[in-house]
Protein backbone atom coordinates (compact mmCIF):
# COMPACT_ATOMS: atom_id res chain seq x y z
CA UNK A 1 0.00 0.00 0.00
CA UNK A 2 1.13 3.31 -0.99
CA UNK A 3 0.52 6.96 0.42
CA UNK A 4 0.30 10.18 -1.54
CA UNK A 5 0.51 12.47 1.04
CA UNK A 6 2.08 15.61 -0.53
CA UNK A 7 1.88 17.68 -3.50
CA UNK A 8 4.50 19.81 -5.64
CA UNK A 9 4.25 23.76 -4.54
CA UNK A 10 6.69 26.62 -5.08
CA UNK A 11 9.49 24.08 -5.83
CA UNK A 12 9.11 21.35 -2.31
CA UNK A 13 6.91 18.77 -1.78
CA UNK A 14 3.79 19.67 1.29
CA UNK A 15 1.37 18.62 2.81
CA UNK A 16 -1.99 19.71 0.94
CA UNK A 17 -4.38 22.14 2.86
CA UNK A 18 -7.01 19.64 1.59
CA UNK A 19 -7.87 16.41 3.85
CA UNK A 20 -9.74 14.18 1.82
CA UNK A 21 -8.46 10.49 1.08
CA UNK A 22 -8.83 9.15 -2.07
CA UNK A 23 -8.42 5.02 -2.78
CA UNK A 24 -5.88 3.67 -5.62
CA UNK A 25 -6.87 0.53 -7.28
CA UNK A 26 -5.45 -2.27 -9.20
CA UNK A 27 -8.06 -2.41 -12.17
CA UNK A 28 -6.78 -5.75 -12.87
CA UNK A 29 -7.52 -7.60 -9.63
CA UNK A 30 -9.80 -4.17 -8.24
CA UNK A 31 -8.36 -4.28 -5.35
CA UNK A 32 -7.16 -1.27 -3.14
CA UNK A 33 -3.16 -0.15 -3.56
CA UNK A 34 -2.71 2.62 -1.83
CA UNK A 35 -4.11 6.24 -0.84
CA UNK A 36 -3.92 9.69 -2.07
CA UNK A 37 -4.67 13.57 -0.27
CA UNK A 38 -6.11 15.11 -2.13
CA UNK A 39 -5.48 19.63 -2.99
CA UNK A 40 -8.28 21.74 -2.33
CA UNK A 41 -9.41 25.26 -3.76
CA UNK A 42 -7.09 27.18 -1.42
CA UNK A 43 -4.22 24.44 -2.26
CA UNK A 44 -5.17 25.62 -6.35
CA UNK A 45 -4.66 28.88 -5.59
CA UNK A 46 -1.20 29.12 -3.63
CA UNK A 47 0.08 27.08 -6.75
CA UNK A 48 -1.50 29.64 -8.77
CA UNK A 49 0.11 31.96 -6.74
CA UNK A 50 3.57 30.42 -6.86
CA UNK A 51 3.39 30.47 -10.85
CA UNK A 52 2.22 34.49 -10.74
CA UNK A 53 5.41 35.25 -8.60
CA UNK A 54 7.49 32.81 -10.51
CA UNK A 55 6.25 34.13 -14.08
CA UNK A 56 8.17 37.85 -14.53
CA UNK A 57 11.76 36.10 -14.01
CA UNK A 58 11.05 32.89 -16.09
CA UNK A 59 9.47 34.94 -18.97
CA UNK A 60 12.55 36.99 -19.03
CA UNK A 61 14.78 33.56 -19.46
CA UNK A 62 16.55 33.11 -22.89
CA UNK A 63 16.21 30.23 -25.08
CA UNK A 64 19.34 28.84 -24.40
CA UNK A 65 18.58 28.31 -20.60
CA UNK A 66 14.46 26.68 -21.44
CA UNK A 67 16.21 24.40 -24.03
CA UNK A 68 19.07 23.32 -20.82
CA UNK A 69 15.91 23.09 -18.03
CA UNK A 70 14.30 21.23 -20.91
CA UNK A 71 16.97 18.54 -21.53
CA UNK A 72 17.58 18.30 -17.58
CA UNK A 73 13.66 17.23 -17.48
CA UNK A 74 13.99 14.87 -20.38
CA UNK A 75 17.05 12.62 -18.44
CA UNK A 76 15.41 12.87 -15.30
CA UNK A 77 11.94 11.27 -16.55
CA UNK A 78 13.85 8.88 -18.65
CA UNK A 79 15.93 7.74 -15.44
CA UNK A 80 12.87 6.71 -14.17
CA UNK A 81 11.40 5.08 -17.04
CA UNK A 82 11.29 1.65 -15.17
CA UNK A 83 9.16 2.82 -12.16
CA UNK A 84 7.11 4.79 -14.18
CA UNK A 85 5.95 1.62 -16.74
CA UNK A 86 5.30 -0.30 -13.42
CA UNK A 87 3.19 2.61 -12.02
CA UNK A 88 1.44 2.71 -15.17
CA UNK A 89 0.52 -1.26 -15.36
CA UNK A 90 -0.64 -1.33 -11.56
CA UNK A 91 -2.86 1.79 -11.61
CA UNK A 92 -4.09 2.16 -14.84
CA UNK A 93 -3.37 -1.12 -16.04
CA UNK A 94 -2.01 -0.44 -19.78
CA UNK A 95 -0.59 -4.02 -21.02
CA UNK A 96 2.78 -3.43 -20.00
CA UNK A 97 3.78 -3.33 -23.63
CA UNK A 98 1.95 0.04 -24.22
CA UNK A 99 3.06 0.88 -20.78
CA UNK A 100 6.69 0.83 -21.93
CA UNK A 101 5.60 3.60 -24.98
CA UNK A 102 3.58 5.61 -22.61
CA UNK A 103 6.36 6.31 -20.71
CA UNK A 104 9.03 6.24 -22.97
CA UNK A 105 6.66 9.22 -24.27
CA UNK A 106 6.53 10.94 -21.32
CA UNK A 107 10.33 11.69 -21.59
CA UNK A 108 10.54 12.00 -25.33
CA UNK A 109 7.94 14.85 -25.55
CA UNK A 110 10.53 17.07 -22.94
CA UNK A 111 13.42 16.16 -25.77
CA UNK A 112 11.15 17.08 -28.93
CA UNK A 113 10.39 20.55 -27.14
CA UNK A 114 13.78 20.94 -26.60
CA UNK A 115 14.95 20.42 -30.24
CA UNK A 116 11.98 22.51 -31.57
CA UNK A 117 12.94 25.33 -29.63
CA UNK A 118 16.55 25.17 -30.56
CA UNK A 119 15.36 26.21 -34.16
CA UNK A 120 12.12 28.62 -33.02
CA UNK A 121 12.60 32.33 -33.85
CA UNK A 122 10.31 34.53 -31.08
CA UNK A 123 10.96 37.43 -33.02
CA UNK A 124 10.17 37.94 -36.87
CA UNK A 125 9.20 40.75 -39.31
CA UNK A 126 5.17 41.73 -40.75
CA UNK A 127 6.14 44.75 -42.90
CA UNK A 128 7.39 47.31 -41.27
CA UNK A 129 6.62 46.13 -37.75
CA UNK A 130 8.63 43.66 -35.43
CA UNK A 131 6.68 40.81 -34.12
CA UNK A 132 7.52 39.37 -30.86
CA UNK A 133 6.48 35.88 -29.40
CA UNK A 134 5.15 36.61 -26.13
CA UNK A 135 4.46 34.01 -23.37
CA UNK A 136 0.95 34.06 -22.07
CA UNK A 137 1.35 33.89 -18.26
CA UNK A 138 0.53 31.44 -15.68
CA UNK A 139 -1.03 28.46 -17.87
CA UNK A 140 -3.41 25.68 -15.57
CA UNK A 141 -2.70 21.75 -17.40
CA UNK A 142 -5.55 19.52 -16.54
CA UNK A 143 -5.01 15.85 -17.80
CA UNK A 144 -7.00 12.87 -17.99
CA UNK A 145 -6.04 9.19 -16.33
CA UNK A 146 -5.67 7.54 -19.50
CA UNK A 147 -2.48 9.18 -20.44
CA UNK A 148 -1.65 10.85 -17.53
CA UNK A 149 2.78 11.21 -17.11
CA UNK A 150 2.52 11.69 -20.78
CA UNK A 151 0.05 14.43 -20.78
CA UNK A 152 1.86 16.15 -17.75
CA UNK A 153 5.15 16.41 -19.20
CA UNK A 154 3.67 17.35 -23.19
CA UNK A 155 1.77 19.39 -21.43
CA UNK A 156 4.01 20.91 -19.49
CA UNK A 157 6.69 20.66 -22.31
CA UNK A 158 5.29 23.58 -24.53
CA UNK A 159 3.94 25.56 -21.39
CA UNK A 160 7.84 26.14 -20.36
CA UNK A 161 9.35 26.52 -23.96
CA UNK A 162 7.37 29.35 -24.43
CA UNK A 163 8.22 30.87 -21.49
CA UNK A 164 5.26 30.24 -19.27
CA UNK A 165 4.92 29.00 -15.86
CA UNK A 166 2.25 25.98 -14.91
CA UNK A 167 -0.22 24.77 -12.67
CA UNK A 168 -0.97 20.84 -13.20
CA UNK A 169 -3.82 19.47 -12.13
CA UNK A 170 -3.50 15.66 -13.02
CA UNK A 171 -5.91 12.68 -13.13
CA UNK A 172 -6.96 12.32 -9.46
CA UNK A 173 -6.98 8.36 -10.40
CA UNK A 174 -3.15 8.49 -11.37
CA UNK A 175 -1.60 9.83 -8.57
CA UNK A 176 1.93 7.07 -8.60
CA UNK A 177 2.14 8.30 -11.85
CA UNK A 178 2.37 11.85 -10.53
CA UNK A 179 4.26 11.24 -7.86
CA UNK A 180 7.41 9.52 -10.46
CA UNK A 181 7.24 12.76 -12.61
CA UNK A 182 7.00 15.48 -9.76
CA UNK A 183 10.47 13.68 -8.25
CA UNK A 184 11.46 13.56 -11.59
CA UNK A 185 11.06 17.26 -12.53
CA UNK A 186 11.88 18.46 -9.24
CA UNK A 187 15.54 16.41 -9.71
CA UNK A 188 16.09 18.64 -12.84
CA UNK A 189 15.99 21.40 -10.54
CA UNK A 190 13.73 24.20 -11.94
CA UNK A 191 13.57 27.25 -10.36
CA UNK A 192 10.97 27.55 -7.30
CA UNK A 193 6.95 27.78 -8.63
CA UNK A 194 7.55 27.76 -12.56
CA UNK A 195 5.93 24.52 -12.08
CA UNK A 196 3.24 23.34 -9.32
CA UNK A 197 1.11 19.79 -9.67
CA UNK A 198 -1.88 19.75 -7.51
CA UNK A 199 -3.81 16.49 -7.42
CA UNK A 200 -7.17 16.77 -6.59
CA UNK A 201 -10.93 16.67 -7.90
CA UNK A 202 -11.83 18.32 -10.90
CA UNK A 203 -15.09 19.60 -9.54
CA UNK A 204 -12.97 21.91 -6.81
CA UNK A 205 -8.97 21.95 -8.13
CA UNK A 206 -9.56 22.12 -11.84
CA UNK A 207 -12.64 24.73 -11.00
CA UNK A 208 -10.61 26.70 -9.43
CA UNK A 209 -7.72 26.98 -11.82
CA UNK A 210 -10.41 27.27 -15.00
CA UNK A 211 -11.89 30.19 -13.74
CA UNK A 212 -8.78 32.31 -11.28
CA UNK A 213 -8.28 35.19 -12.85
CA UNK A 214 -4.58 34.85 -12.59
CA UNK A 215 -4.43 32.14 -15.27
CA UNK A 216 -4.20 33.18 -18.57
CA UNK A 217 -4.20 29.98 -20.49
CA UNK A 218 -6.03 26.52 -19.59
CA UNK A 219 -4.71 23.26 -21.69
CA UNK A 220 -7.44 20.31 -21.38
CA UNK A 221 -6.88 17.10 -22.06
CA UNK A 222 -10.56 15.15 -21.17
CA UNK A 223 -13.85 14.76 -21.98
CA UNK A 224 -16.27 16.84 -23.96
CA UNK A 225 -18.27 17.46 -21.43
CA UNK A 226 -16.13 18.94 -18.78
CA UNK A 227 -14.16 20.85 -21.62
CA UNK A 228 -17.52 22.65 -22.43
CA UNK A 229 -17.58 23.67 -18.35
CA UNK A 230 -13.88 24.80 -18.54
CA UNK A 231 -14.66 26.93 -21.51
CA UNK A 232 -17.70 28.55 -20.00
CA UNK A 233 -15.35 28.91 -16.75
CA UNK A 234 -12.65 31.12 -18.47
CA UNK A 235 -15.28 33.04 -20.55
CA UNK A 236 -15.24 36.03 -18.30
CA UNK A 237 -11.63 36.29 -17.95
CA UNK A 238 -11.14 35.26 -21.39
CA UNK A 239 -8.48 32.88 -21.01
CA UNK A 240 -6.69 31.27 -24.10
CA UNK A 241 -7.97 27.86 -24.02
CA UNK A 242 -6.45 24.47 -25.78
CA UNK A 243 -9.01 21.43 -25.69
CA UNK A 244 -7.93 17.81 -26.79
CA UNK A 245 -11.32 15.98 -26.18
CA UNK A 246 -12.96 13.32 -27.27
CA UNK A 247 -13.67 11.19 -30.65
CA UNK A 248 -15.46 8.71 -32.49
CA UNK A 249 -12.60 7.99 -35.15
CA UNK A 250 -13.74 6.46 -38.30
CA UNK A 251 -11.53 3.90 -39.84
CA UNK A 252 -12.42 4.01 -44.15
CA UNK A 253 -11.22 0.34 -45.35
CA UNK A 254 -11.11 0.53 -49.05
CA UNK A 255 -11.55 -2.26 -51.38
CA UNK A 256 -8.60 -1.92 -52.83
CA UNK A 257 -6.47 -3.07 -49.32
CA UNK A 258 -5.20 -6.25 -48.54
CA UNK A 259 -7.82 -7.57 -46.18
CA UNK A 260 -5.23 -9.88 -44.52
CA UNK A 261 -2.97 -6.58 -43.12
CA UNK A 262 -5.84 -4.28 -43.46
CA UNK A 263 -8.13 -5.98 -40.75
CA UNK A 264 -5.92 -6.15 -38.12
CA UNK A 265 -4.61 -2.91 -38.17
CA UNK A 266 -8.13 -1.66 -38.30
CA UNK A 267 -8.97 -3.86 -34.97
CA UNK A 268 -5.39 -2.42 -33.45
CA UNK A 269 -7.00 1.19 -33.94
CA UNK A 270 -9.99 0.64 -32.31
CA UNK A 271 -8.56 -1.80 -29.27
CA UNK A 272 -5.15 0.58 -28.60
CA UNK A 273 -4.85 1.52 -25.35
CA UNK A 274 -7.34 -1.29 -24.65
CA UNK A 275 -10.13 0.92 -26.52
CA UNK A 276 -9.66 3.61 -23.85
CA UNK A 277 -7.87 6.45 -26.48
CA UNK A 278 -9.57 9.50 -28.14
CA UNK A 279 -8.14 8.67 -31.12
CA UNK A 280 -9.50 4.87 -30.88
CA UNK A 281 -10.73 3.94 -34.72
CA UNK A 282 -14.03 2.92 -33.66
CA UNK A 283 -15.89 2.64 -36.40
CA UNK A 284 -14.67 0.40 -39.03
CA UNK A 285 -15.94 1.50 -42.53
CA UNK A 286 -16.26 -1.62 -44.76
CA UNK A 287 -17.50 -1.82 -48.58
CA UNK A 288 -20.95 -3.41 -49.10
CA UNK A 289 -19.29 -6.15 -51.80
CA UNK A 290 -16.52 -7.30 -48.77
CA UNK A 291 -18.52 -7.14 -46.46
CA UNK A 292 -19.03 -11.05 -45.28
CA UNK A 293 -15.04 -11.72 -45.40
CA UNK A 294 -13.79 -8.46 -43.37
CA UNK A 295 -17.14 -10.22 -40.49
CA UNK A 296 -14.59 -13.56 -40.88
CA UNK A 297 -11.79 -11.74 -40.42
CA UNK A 298 -12.62 -9.67 -37.37
CA UNK A 299 -13.73 -12.70 -35.93
CA UNK A 300 -10.41 -14.45 -36.20
CA UNK A 301 -8.14 -11.07 -35.34
CA UNK A 302 -10.42 -10.51 -32.00
CA UNK A 303 -10.68 -14.05 -31.21
CA UNK A 304 -7.22 -14.32 -30.90
CA UNK A 305 -6.27 -10.87 -29.10
CA UNK A 306 -4.90 -11.35 -25.92
CA UNK A 307 -7.17 -9.73 -22.67
CA UNK A 308 -5.88 -9.90 -19.20
CA UNK A 309 -3.11 -10.00 -17.26
CA UNK A 310 -1.51 -6.44 -17.78
CA UNK A 311 2.00 -7.70 -16.67
CA UNK A 312 2.22 -10.32 -19.40
CA UNK A 313 4.23 -8.99 -21.94
CA UNK A 314 1.56 -10.63 -25.23
CA UNK A 315 -1.48 -9.04 -23.49
CA UNK A 316 -3.18 -6.57 -26.10
CA UNK A 317 -6.22 -5.56 -23.75
CA UNK A 318 -6.47 -4.75 -20.38
CA UNK A 319 -8.93 -3.93 -17.73
CA UNK A 320 -10.54 -0.81 -18.03
CA UNK A 321 -9.85 1.90 -15.69
CA UNK A 322 -11.86 1.92 -12.97
CA UNK A 323 -15.47 0.49 -11.69
CA UNK A 324 -17.80 3.37 -12.99
CA UNK A 325 -15.71 2.71 -16.34
CA UNK A 326 -16.63 -1.12 -16.34
CA UNK A 327 -20.21 -0.59 -15.97
CA UNK A 328 -19.92 2.23 -18.91
CA UNK A 329 -18.45 -0.12 -21.44
CA UNK A 330 -20.91 -2.81 -20.05
CA UNK A 331 -24.28 -0.20 -20.85
CA UNK A 332 -23.08 0.45 -24.34
CA UNK A 333 -22.79 -3.50 -24.79
CA UNK A 334 -26.30 -3.64 -23.76
CA UNK A 335 -27.65 -0.82 -25.40
CA UNK A 336 -25.89 -1.93 -28.85
CA UNK A 337 -28.11 -4.93 -28.50
CA UNK A 338 -31.35 -3.27 -28.01
CA UNK A 339 -30.36 -1.32 -30.71
CA UNK A 340 -30.60 -4.06 -32.77
CA UNK A 341 -27.24 -4.70 -33.61
CA UNK A 342 -26.00 -7.71 -34.30
CA UNK A 343 -23.22 -8.95 -31.76
CA UNK A 344 -20.20 -10.54 -34.33
CA UNK A 345 -17.75 -11.16 -30.89
CA UNK A 346 -17.70 -10.32 -27.68
CA UNK A 347 -20.58 -9.97 -25.41
CA UNK A 348 -21.55 -8.65 -21.96
CA UNK A 349 -20.12 -9.69 -18.63
CA UNK A 350 -16.18 -10.72 -17.99
CA UNK A 351 -14.26 -12.38 -20.55
CA UNK A 352 -13.99 -16.31 -20.13
CA UNK A 353 -11.17 -17.02 -17.67
CA UNK A 354 -11.18 -13.84 -16.20
CA UNK A 355 -12.87 -13.72 -12.68
CA UNK A 356 -11.87 -10.59 -11.12
CA UNK A 357 -10.68 -7.10 -12.41
CA UNK A 358 -12.65 -4.33 -14.52
CA UNK A 359 -11.73 -6.90 -17.94
CA UNK A 360 -14.62 -6.33 -20.60
CA UNK A 361 -15.06 -8.89 -23.61
CA UNK A 362 -13.18 -7.41 -26.98
CA UNK A 363 -16.35 -6.57 -28.52
CA UNK A 364 -17.59 -6.18 -32.69
CA UNK A 365 -21.26 -5.30 -33.45
CA UNK A 366 -22.16 -5.39 -37.26
CA UNK A 367 -25.20 -4.85 -38.69
CA UNK A 368 -24.59 -0.88 -37.22
CA UNK A 369 -25.98 1.96 -39.21
CA UNK A 370 -24.32 5.69 -38.07
CA UNK A 371 -27.10 7.01 -36.14
CA UNK A 372 -27.26 4.17 -33.76
CA UNK A 373 -25.75 5.75 -30.28
CA UNK A 374 -23.25 2.65 -30.22
CA UNK A 375 -21.76 4.59 -33.54
CA UNK A 376 -22.35 8.48 -32.42
CA UNK A 377 -21.10 8.06 -28.99
CA UNK A 378 -17.54 7.89 -27.08
CA UNK A 379 -17.46 4.26 -25.52
CA UNK A 380 -14.33 4.33 -24.42
CA UNK A 381 -13.68 0.63 -23.90
CA UNK A 382 -12.85 -2.49 -26.77
CA UNK A 383 -16.13 -1.76 -28.60
CA UNK A 384 -16.02 -1.62 -32.16
CA UNK A 385 -18.78 -1.04 -34.90
CA UNK A 386 -18.78 -2.21 -38.68
CA UNK A 387 -20.86 0.11 -41.12
CA UNK A 388 -21.12 -1.06 -44.50
CA UNK A 389 -20.89 1.52 -47.32
CA UNK A 390 -21.95 1.32 -51.30
CA UNK A 391 -18.85 3.56 -52.50
CA UNK A 392 -16.30 6.43 -51.88
CA UNK A 393 -18.62 9.35 -51.25
CA UNK A 394 -20.99 7.30 -49.17
CA UNK A 395 -17.64 6.35 -47.10
CA UNK A 396 -16.76 9.73 -46.49
CA UNK A 397 -20.23 11.19 -45.92
CA UNK A 398 -20.20 8.61 -43.32
CA UNK A 399 -17.09 9.75 -41.61
CA UNK A 400 -17.41 13.05 -41.45
CA UNK A 401 -21.53 12.72 -39.63
CA UNK A 402 -20.30 12.86 -36.41
CA UNK A 403 -20.18 15.46 -33.69
CA UNK A 404 -16.19 14.89 -33.22
CA UNK A 405 -13.11 15.16 -35.67
CA UNK A 406 -10.02 14.22 -33.73
CA UNK A 407 -8.87 11.37 -36.04
CA UNK A 408 -9.59 9.17 -39.01
CA UNK A 409 -7.68 6.15 -40.85
CA UNK A 410 -7.65 5.49 -44.56
CA UNK A 411 -6.51 1.91 -45.33
CA UNK A 412 -6.19 1.68 -48.74
CA UNK A 413 -3.21 0.51 -51.51
CA UNK A 414 -3.19 3.68 -53.68
CA UNK A 415 -1.78 6.52 -52.20
CA UNK A 416 -3.37 8.97 -54.63
CA UNK A 417 -6.61 8.07 -53.55
CA UNK A 418 -5.98 7.91 -49.95
CA UNK A 419 -4.42 11.71 -50.14
CA UNK A 420 -7.87 12.60 -51.90
CA UNK A 421 -9.97 10.92 -49.66
CA UNK A 422 -7.82 12.55 -46.23
CA UNK A 423 -8.71 16.00 -48.08
CA UNK A 424 -12.30 14.97 -47.63
CA UNK A 425 -12.10 14.38 -44.39
CA UNK A 426 -13.14 16.51 -41.25
CA UNK A 427 -10.24 15.30 -38.66
CA UNK A 428 -7.61 17.19 -36.98
CA UNK A 429 -5.05 14.11 -38.22
CA UNK A 430 -5.58 11.61 -41.06
CA UNK A 431 -3.17 8.33 -40.81
CA UNK A 432 -2.92 6.30 -43.71
CA UNK A 433 -2.02 2.67 -43.66
CA UNK A 434 -0.26 3.38 -40.10
CA UNK A 435 -0.62 3.72 -36.27
CA UNK A 436 2.23 5.43 -36.08
CA UNK A 437 2.39 9.03 -33.80
CA UNK A 438 4.04 12.24 -35.30
CA UNK A 439 5.26 14.39 -32.16
CA UNK A 440 6.34 17.22 -34.60
CA UNK A 441 2.84 17.28 -36.10
CA UNK A 442 -0.25 19.38 -35.05
CA UNK A 443 -2.66 17.07 -32.71
CA UNK A 444 -6.38 17.70 -31.55
CA UNK A 445 -9.56 18.14 -32.78
CA UNK A 446 -12.08 19.78 -35.23
CA UNK A 447 -15.43 20.09 -34.11
CA UNK A 448 -16.35 18.86 -30.25
CA UNK A 449 -13.19 17.07 -30.32
CA UNK A 450 -11.57 20.23 -29.11
CA UNK A 451 -10.12 23.63 -30.10
CA UNK A 452 -6.68 24.37 -31.00
CA UNK A 453 -3.53 22.04 -31.33
CA UNK A 454 -0.59 20.67 -29.40
CA UNK A 455 2.70 19.14 -30.21
CA UNK A 456 5.40 21.04 -32.34
CA UNK A 457 5.41 24.75 -33.65
CA UNK A 458 1.25 24.75 -33.19
CA UNK A 459 1.11 23.63 -29.52
CA UNK A 460 4.38 25.99 -29.13
CA UNK A 461 2.46 28.90 -29.94
CA UNK A 462 -0.30 28.15 -28.02
CA UNK A 463 1.48 29.38 -25.24
CA UNK A 464 2.28 32.59 -27.27
CA UNK A 465 0.55 35.79 -27.79
CA UNK A 466 1.87 37.67 -30.73
CA UNK A 467 2.96 41.43 -29.85
CA UNK A 468 3.46 43.90 -32.94
CA UNK A 469 6.25 46.50 -32.49
CA UNK A 470 5.32 49.41 -34.69
CA UNK A 471 7.55 52.32 -35.90
CA UNK A 472 11.71 50.85 -35.30
CA UNK A 473 11.80 50.86 -38.93
CA UNK A 474 10.49 53.61 -41.20
P1 LIG B 1 -12.72 13.95 -17.62
O1 LIG B 1 -13.14 15.03 -18.54
O2 LIG B 1 -13.70 13.38 -16.69
O3 LIG B 1 -11.51 14.45 -16.71
C1 LIG B 1 -10.34 14.99 -17.24
C2 LIG B 1 -9.69 15.87 -16.20
O4 LIG B 1 -10.55 16.98 -15.93
C3 LIG B 1 -9.46 15.19 -14.85
O5 LIG B 1 -8.24 15.64 -14.31
C4 LIG B 1 -10.64 15.69 -14.03
O6 LIG B 1 -10.38 15.68 -12.64
C5 LIG B 1 -10.78 17.11 -14.54
N1 LIG B 1 -12.08 17.74 -14.33
C6 LIG B 1 -13.28 17.13 -14.12
N2 LIG B 1 -14.23 18.06 -13.92
C7 LIG B 1 -13.65 19.27 -14.02
C8 LIG B 1 -14.13 20.62 -13.92
N3 LIG B 1 -15.41 20.91 -13.69
N4 LIG B 1 -13.24 21.63 -14.08
C9 LIG B 1 -11.95 21.37 -14.36
N5 LIG B 1 -11.44 20.12 -14.43
C10 LIG B 1 -12.28 19.08 -14.28
O7 LIG B 1 -12.07 12.85 -18.56
P2 LIG B 1 -11.46 11.45 -18.15
O8 LIG B 1 -12.59 10.56 -17.79
O9 LIG B 1 -10.34 11.64 -17.17
O10 LIG B 1 -10.80 11.01 -19.54
C11 LIG B 1 -11.54 10.43 -20.56
C12 LIG B 1 -11.93 11.45 -21.61
O11 LIG B 1 -10.79 12.14 -22.08
C13 LIG B 1 -12.52 10.81 -22.85
O12 LIG B 1 -13.67 11.52 -23.27
C14 LIG B 1 -11.43 10.97 -23.91
O13 LIG B 1 -11.87 11.01 -25.22
C15 LIG B 1 -10.77 12.21 -23.50
N6 LIG B 1 -9.39 12.24 -23.99
C16 LIG B 1 -9.06 13.10 -25.00
C17 LIG B 1 -7.78 13.12 -25.50
C18 LIG B 1 -7.39 14.06 -26.61
O14 LIG B 1 -6.21 14.37 -26.74
N7 LIG B 1 -8.30 14.55 -27.40
C19 LIG B 1 -6.82 12.30 -24.96
C20 LIG B 1 -7.17 11.45 -23.93
C21 LIG B 1 -8.47 11.45 -23.45
Known amino acids: ?114 QLLEGYDFQRRAGSAEVVMQPLGVAGLITPWNSNAGFICGKLAAALAA ?47 SAHPDVAKISFTGSTAVGKTILRAGADTLKRVTLEL ?106 PGLEAGWFVRPTVFTGVHNQMRIAREEIFGPVLVLIPYRDEEEAIAIANDTPYGLQAYVLSSKPERARAVAARIDAGRVLVNTLAHEPLAPFGGFKQSGIGREYGLFGLEAFLEPKSVLGLHA
Open 1 to 114: MQTIATIYIDGAFVTPHGEELFDLFNPATAQVIGQVRLADAEDARRAIAAAKRAFPAFAATGKATRIALLRRMHAEVLARGEALTAAIVEEYGAPVSRAKWMAAHAASVLLDAA
Open 163 to 209: GCTAVVKPSEMSAGQTRIVSEALHAAGLPPGVFNIVTGRGETVGAEI
Open 246 to 351: GGKSPVLLFDDADLATAVPLAIQAGFMNSGQACIAGTRILVPQARLAEVEALVQTVVGNTRVGDPRAADTEVGPMVSQRQWERVQRYIRLGIDEGAQLLVGGEGLP
